[in-house]
């Protein structure tokens, strides 16, 4: 179990395991949505309490967990559990794909080539997107020849290249319409300030966490009048 060092001390500790599913065991008296054997996804957000962005309630990683109703979702037969579990943070992409907007023929940048990057990448080949870019780190490799076969028309190895010189090298400086950071860290975000284009758009996904303005170069940003988003899990 994990006690968090800020926010609120109510329905604390929590147990990790934001993506997981399984079957309904027992059911409240007023609970009508549900039958005994469903099997249905887990929600474990009931709030955010800023700072901290802190779950509050158990997550899956049990072998029972005991959460209000409204917190699950029943999952078709023709998924697969593992379709199931996974289908929680595709929810949180398609999301962000919302918020941003893309349109067929834009061009893209992610940053951060795990699970929930390269559910980005599926939805930006879906959404008809133009060139996409990713990248990752060279523990990452297996990810990034994985990223290639989903669709990818470049990636980067942060730790060999610089992304930024490579897309403002092949932009003649202009940056890409859209930039996706799934990474959530000082450097990613402002690099992802640093590659964009003029009125594109930088979604950062997730939540960041204590980040201070000091560490950014802002006017960079104010320079190149883009759009900021922030897409967080609701």
Not at 78 to 94: C, N, P, R, W
């Amino acid at each position: 179990r994990f006690k968090p060092r800020r926010g609120s001390d109510d329905g604390y500790p929590v147990l990790f395991g934001h993506e997981g599913c399984g079957y309904v065991e027992k059911i409240g008296k007023d609970v009508k949505r549900f039958q005994v054997g469903d099997r249905v996804l887990a929600v474990p957000f009931q709030s955010y309490i800023y700072p901290g962005n802190i779950l509050t309630l158990d997550g899956a990683c049990a072998e029972y967990i005991k959460n209000p109703a409204e917190n699950f979702v029943k999952i078709p037969s023709k998924l697969t559990d593992i379709e199931g579990a996974i289908a929680f943070s595709l929810s949180e992409v398609v999301n962000s794909f919302r918020t941003a907007g893309v349109l067929p023929g834009d061009d893209v940048i992610i940053f951060g080539s795990g699970p929930v990057g390269l559910l980005h990448l599926l939805m930006a080949r879906i959404n008809g997107a133009g060139k996409v870019i990713i990248s990752g780190l060279s523990r990452d490799r297996y990810r990034l020849d994985l990223a290639k076969h989903l669709g990818a028309d470049l990636t980067v190895n942060v730790e060999e290249e610089s992304l930024v010189e490579r897309v403002m090298e092949e932009t003649d400086g202009k940056g890409r319409d859209f930039v996706f950071d799934c990474v959530r860290l000082s450097s990613t975000l402002q690099q992802s300030m640093d590659v964009v284009k003029v009125k594109g758009r930088v979604i950062f996904f997730g939540y960041y966490g204590a980040i201070t303005l000091n560490n950014l170069r802002l006017f960079n940003a104010w320079e190149r009048a883009f759009n900021l988003a922030v897409d967080s899990p609701s």
